[in-house]
């Protein structure tokens, strides 16, 4: 082989190896920019899941909203500040009895399943007028929202009538209805819906399901339990006949069963 061909030979070879090393170059340029871009994205990806994680944290949960609330509003049927004041009977009616409730409490299931209807009763007869307070204490002490949920939707049965509130409630605290003290059965909308079945005014009531999903009266029920928390009972259930505490046979206790509530009951109303 000649000295020009192999200096030749020599040339080209440089060439294509020149030639590789550029195209290989130009690879892992662009594969290097393809992982910075891709890597980009990933941090915004991740900053933005982040942003709109926080986003979300920092919005207000649908109690504190209600607790924020400029206005309240109230269910019919109510009465004085942000309609804190429920009373329910015959105009004519001398004598008030105030009771005290917190939708939770497994003691005020029991009360009612006891003397429920008795109340009723005697209201339909004039006998005295019934002020009702809710109460909402056990959401903060076992936690949850089932008080202030039920109580929200007692509001929304108080807005159809006075007749089904009472009904409904009854449904509420009823035996097959009234949950254990540690579940919150109550703070389920489709829950609360589901037992409002049971009352006629309310059964298949559309304004009444809204108000309930809608969370409507969530306010209210937050003031109406503030006044609860503001006034002198501390427990529930808890009665009063013309703001006079009623107690059992043992002097302290509420008037549980049915012998001891008609004969507190009597005792007040000659009072």
Known sequence: MS?????????????????????????DRTRRQVIVALSI??????????????????????????????????????????GTTVVIGKKDAKKTLELYEDARCPVCASFEQANGETILKDVDAGKYKLKYVGAAFI???????????ALSALGAALDVSPE???????????QKNHPAEQDDKFAK???????ADEVDALK?????????????????????????DKG???????????????????????PMTPEEFKTAIEKALKS
Not at 4 to 24: G, S, T, V
Not at 241 to 254: A, C, I, V
């Open 3 to 27: 000295a020009r061909n192999n200096q030749a030979n020599k040339a080209a070879a440089r060439e294509r190896l020149r030639a590789e090393r550029e195209r290989q170059a130009k690879k």
């Open 189 to 195: 909308d489709d829950y609360l819906i589901k037992v």
């Open 139 to 149: 959401d903060r002490s076992i936690p949850g929202e089932g008080s202030r949920n």
């Open 41 to 82: 994205v990933a941090v915004l990806a991740v900053a933005g899941g982040v942003g709109y994680g926080v986003m979300r944290a920092n919005e207000p949960s649908a109690w504190e909203a209600a607790k924020n609330a400029k206005q309240v509003v109230t269910p019919a049927n109510t009465e004085g500040k942000d």
């Open 232 to 254: 002198d009972v501390k427990g529930t259930p808890a009665l009063k006949m013309d703001g006079k505490t009623l107690t059992g046979s043992d002097g302290e206790n509420p």
């Open 204 to 228: 298949g009531n559309k304004e009444f399901q809204q108000n309930v999903q809608d969370g409507t009266f969530d306010a209210w029920a937050l003031k109406m339990a503030d006044t609860f």
């Open 164 to 174: 089904a509130f009472l009904e409904y409630k009854g449904a509420l605290y009823s």
